[in-house]
């Protein structure tokens, strides 16, 4: 009997108040506290090192002998790096310290140590001089040359005003201003080629910034050229990090208690109670999500994020869980899934963490939905639809594939045998396999893992020459898709859903070619954030006919190729593993083929 929707809400809050209270039986006080120790722990880190200024490796690594009454002890001691001591000849001699000033005169030890302490003394000096000009109630006064840094595409032309002249009230100044800040702007602009005396040496003049000079250029702010420093969003990576890291806790919680219901066939009751396993799954599922959005929320909350921040980690909280819930269903032994766990909760946060820390240098990094929120947490930063749509789609397309696959196993037949984590796989892509159109769908749905798989492979190779990795890319893509077009057949044919004939394999090879070039098209979303101007994002989409051919007749070029690949292998896995492999092997090299042609032809 057809149950209402209303019925299947009301089974999934029973079974998830179930799943809060048997939860809370299983685990002890002392874990409990171990549990919220830790992430109290990790929130004291995060918090403490920020608020003081960033994580302090080099905390008091340089030894700088200063007088307390010179004007160059308060920026030693505001710097992290450096430590004030007494200065003392005796000292630098000694190797008591690094840097000794005496007399309006720097001595410096003549090591590697040494010339370090010095560059840091440097800049400690000039962000105290920049922070004591920005309280100049005359600005203008204070920066008479005010550089403007803005940063612009490698393939984007200079604008035409790029080398307009100021007027002389801020704004980008050229010509000789640089010498009417009364000779404060003029010390400080020489001084890396300051002399610097090793240690027992007559001294020499102080080879550091006067104490007016200006503080090195930030991310499109204002100072000395000569200190542009590319933008690094360091305290906003860390504070994003911080959404990652209750998500380890969390997704271990919920694979043990879903493996549990494995375990001495412990979920059979609910198997045969009158709810379906998809009711069984979510209402296990939705106390995990709902604790995941909560911390998410108080995160988002401690660190100023918004509503973008928590819509973008959100995908990455289904994506754990939907991997570890599928991981679960695999695993046969605790040993295995701590596995699983582990490899899942590694791969992910690699995925996720690595490109956010391009995110203001290149369109790669929006393959990860915390570059979202790192652009959240920047100010002035703003995200646009598409852009957030191509950072968290995949994220939660690839979320509701797993839960569907691992649900489609969730039976007894599957749930409590023990079988090879591969076999498995076949099992859950063939419970979704019961008529040949369903072929075609599953290709479709494997789309997210494929646009996952190419833009990781992308990333990857983004950095090494073009020359090399683009044959690279094209191998890479024309693996991953053939792999996404014929598994689930072999699986069909496996458990003898389908008869062993050639005709019945290549229907099914074209059907799974046109779900694979009809899913294929919703990778478009690309073009949102200009991915296709980059050389690499070019070769991995472009073959695929993305808009990008003049000849109509070209624009189905794509589905022929994915039908004549899709069919080879569909011929091999009506026979057998080995044949399966071998057409397999011929697939993807007619496909890099296909796609090395294409990107010849299209320069």
């Given amino acids: 009997m057809k149950r209402s929707p209303r019925e299947h809400l009301s089974a999934i809050g029973r079974i998830a108040r179930w799943e809060v209270s048997r939860s809370a039986g299983i685990v002890d006080r002392r874990t409990a506290i171990l549990g919220a120790f830790a992430l109290l722990l990790v929130g004291a880190v995060l918090g403490g090192g920020l608020l003081a200024g960033g994580v302090a490796l080099d905390r008091d690594i340089y030894r700088v002998g200063v007088d307390a009454e010179s004007p160059y002890h308060e920026p030693v001691e505001r710097s992290v790096a450096l430590d004030a001591r007494e200065p003392s000849p005796d000292a630098l001699r000694d190797g008591d310290v690094d840097v000794l000033l005496v007399d309006g005169e720097l001595f410096v030890a003549d090591t590697p140590k040494g010339r370090a302490a010095l560059s840091e003394f440097r800049s400690s000096v000039r962000a105290f001089n920049f922070e004591r000009m920005s309280a100049e109630e005359n600005g203008s006064a204070a920066f008479p040359v005010v550089t403007v840094l803005q940063y612009v595409p490698r393939s984007a032309s200079l604008p035409d005003d790029a080398f307009a002249e100021g007027d002389g009230e801020g704004g980008s100044g050229t010509g000789d201003g640089g010498d009417s800040g009364g000779g404060s702007d003029g010390e400080a602009a020489g001084d890396d080629d300051g002399g610097s005396a090793s240690a027992g040496s007559s001294g020499g003049p102080l080879g550091v910034p006067a104490l007016s000079g200006i503080n090195p250029l930030s991310s499109g702010g204002s100072g000395s050229p000569a200190d542009i420093q590319p933008p690094f969003p360091f305290g906003s990576l860390v504070l994003a990090f911080a959404f990652l890291v209750p998500m380890n806790f969390v997704v271990q919680a919920y694979g043990s208690t879903m493996l549990n219901e494995r375990i001495n066939r412990r979920g059979e009751l609910l198997l045969v109670a009158p709810v379906s396993p998809g009711d069984i799954v979510a209402g296990k599922t939705l106390p995990y999500l709902a604790t995941m959005v909560g911390v998410t929320a108080l995160i988002a909350l401690g660190v100023g994020g918004s509503l973008v921040s928590i819509a973008a980690v959100l995908p990455i909280a289904l994506l754990f869980l939907a991997a570890t819930f599928a991981g679960a269903m695999f695993a046969r032994s605790f040993k295995e899934l701590t596995f699983v766990t582990v490899t899942v909760s590694v791969f992910l946060t690699a995925y996720t963490f690595v490109p956010a820390i391009f995110a203001n240098v290149t369109p790669i990094a929006l393959i990860s939905p915390l570059t979202l929120v790192v652009r959240?947490?920047?100010?002035?930063?703003?995200?646009?639809?598409?852009?957030?749509?191509?950072?968290?789609?995949?994220?939660?397309?690839?979320?509701?594939?797993?839960?569907?696959?691992?649900?489609?196993?969730?039976?007894?037949?599957?749930?409590?045998?023990?079988?090879?984590?591969?076999?498995?796989?076949?099992?859950?892509?063939?419970?979704?396999?019961?008529?040949?159109?369903?072929?075609?769908?599953?290709?479709?749905?494997?789309?997210?893992?494929?646009?996952?798989?190419?833009?990781?492979?992308?990333?990857?190779?983004?950095?090494?020459?073009?020359?090399?990795?683009?044959?690279?890319?094209?191998?890479?893509?024309?693996?991953?898709?053939?792999?996404?077009?014929?598994?689930?057949?072999?699986?069909?044919?496996?458990?003898?859903?389908?008869?062993?004939?050639?005709?019945?394999?290549?229907?099914?090879?074209?059907?799974?070619?046109?779900?694979?070039?009809?899913?294929?098209?919703?990778?478009?979303?690309?073009?949102?954030?200009?991915?296709?101007?980059?050389?690499?994002?070019?070769?991995?989409?472009?073959?695929?006919?993305?808009?990008?051919?003049?000849?109509?007749?070209?624009?189905?070029?794509?589905?022929?190729?994915?039908?004549?690949?899709?069919?080879?292998?569909?011929?091999?896995?009506?026979?057998?593993?080995?044949?399966y492999a071998g057409a397999f092997a011929v697939s993807v090299l007619v496909h890099t083929a296909y796609n090395l042609a294409v990107v010849t032809y299209l320069g």
């Fill in 376 to 579: 959240d947490l920047q100010p002035l930063e703003s995200v646009s639809p598409g852009a957030f749509v191509f950072a968290t789609a995949p994220f939660a397309l690839c979320a509701g594939v797993l839960f569907l696959l691992g649900t489609g196993i969730y039976r007894e037949e599957d749930l409590f045998t023990q079988r090879a984590v591969p076999l498995k796989l076949l099992d859950a892509l063939d419970a979704r396999v019961s008529r040949p159109r369903d072929v075609a769908v599953l290709s479709g749905l494997s789309i997210p893992f494929v646009f996952v798989a190419e833009l990781l492979a992308i990333a990857v190779l983004f950095a090494l020459p073009v020359s090399l990795t683009i044959p690279l890319l094209l191998f890479v893509v024309a693996l991953v898709e053939e792999v996404a077009k014929s598994l689930h057949v072999y699986a069909a044919f496996e458990s003898g859903t389908f008869r062993r004939v050639p005709r019945v394999a290549l229907v099914l090879g074209a059907l799974s070619g046109l779900g694979f070039f009809v899913g294929e098209k919703f990778t478009a979303v690309a073009q949102v954030v200009g991915l296709p101007e980059l050389a690499l994002g070019q070769a991995a989409f472009a073959p695929s006919g993305i808009g990008v051919f003049s000849a109509a007749g070209l624009l189905f070029a794509p589905l022929a190729l994915h039908v004549v690949t899709a069919g080879l292998t569909a011929l091999g896995a009506m026979r057998d593993l080995r044949w």
